[in-house]
């Protein structure tokens, strides 16, 4: 076995452990930080931190609360995921690279390879920005909410509408003898809906 197989094989071995350990430590904390949130009590400005395991629980606010060191701990291991599924791409493309080149025509197997490598530099390049900044702006802009976790007003708590009426869907016209009910009109059917 040369040199260059054994370092790849060992890239693609490191690949899967890191891939593994973020499995177990996601298991293990309840989520990770690319789903998550943080929240700025107000008025105290105490900070709190959330790992989420599905994006419809970050909208219903179920995530689990960790403290700040384990969320940029998950934050760095999610946007190292990406590093490493790259790494073991171009790792099994240079493994592969050989009968790609004998399979096909010797210019177009070649640059069939430096154009997939090129793709896969490219993707990860940019999916690692988006999470960067992505975090960037979580840590900078945490949501501001009040004791009871709801998103903060500026109002005092006992001012703060706890739930919202649903609109109306008549109208109440008072007048001085009596009170009138008007509903929407119904919708006229033509011959084609009768």
């Not at 040369?2 to 094989?9: A, E, G, L, V």
Request: charged content about 15%.
């Amino acid at each position: 076995m040369d040199r260059r197989t054994r370092i790849c094989i060992w890239i693609i071995a490191g690949g899967l452990v890191n891939f593994l350990l973020f499995t177990l430590v996601w298991f293990a904390i309840g989520g990770d930080a690319k789903n998550g949130y943080i929240t700025r009590e107000m008025p105290s400005g105490q900070v709190h931190y959330y790992v989420v395991m599905r994006q419809d629980d970050k909208e219903n606010r179920a995530g689990k609360e960790v403290a700040q060191g384990w969320f940029i701990y998950s934050a760095v291991h999610s946007m190292s995921i990406w590093v490493t599924c790259a790494a073991v791409l171009l790792a099994m493309l240079t493994l592969a690279k050989e009968h790609i080149v004998n399979a096909m025509s010797e210019g177009l197997g070649r640059a069939l390879v430096h154009v997939f490598a090129f793709v896969v530099f490219v993707w990860v390049v940019f999916v690692s920005m988006n999470f960067m900044l992505d975090f960037k702006y979580k840590m900078k802009n945490p949501q501001k909410v009040d004791a009871a976790g709801r998103p903060w007003t500026g109002l005092p708590p006992t001012s703060q509408p706890t739930t919202m009426a649903p609109a109306p869907r008549y109208r109440v016209i008072a007048s001085a003898s009596q009170l009138q009910l008007k509903l929407p009109a119904a919708p006229e059917l033509n011959a084609v809906d009768r």
